[in-house]
């Protein structure tokens, strides 16, 4: 399995916008990590920028689980970028 890093940014008025998304969010994010495939995922205390990590067998899969997200789906997220992440330590 492959680890990667997600960065992405979040809309201007992101906490009145994902309130009605919120609860269907952080089940979702719940679920993946239950599977194993998200490591950890948050927003930086500015609430400008979300980061996650994953551990998945590619990257279309982290992609679709992005894209399935309440927050993409509604415009919480406004864009992201996917890398794949060599863990030296």
């Not at 689980?65 to 997220?77: K, Q």
């Amino acid at each position: 399995m492959t680890k990667y890093v997600l960065w992405g940014r979040y809309c201007d008025n992101v906490l009145e916008k994902r309130a009605p998304h919120r609860q269907a969010h952080l089940e979702g994010l719940q679920a993946q990590k239950e599977r194993g495939i998200l490591l950890t995922i948050g927003p930086t205390q500015d609430l400008t920028q979300v980061f996650g990590l994953y551990e998945a067998e590619s990257l279309d899969q982290v992609r679709e689980l992005v894209e399935g997200d309440p927050y993409w789906r509604h415009g919480v997220w406004t864009e992201y970028e996917i890398k794949e992440w060599i863990q030296a330590l």
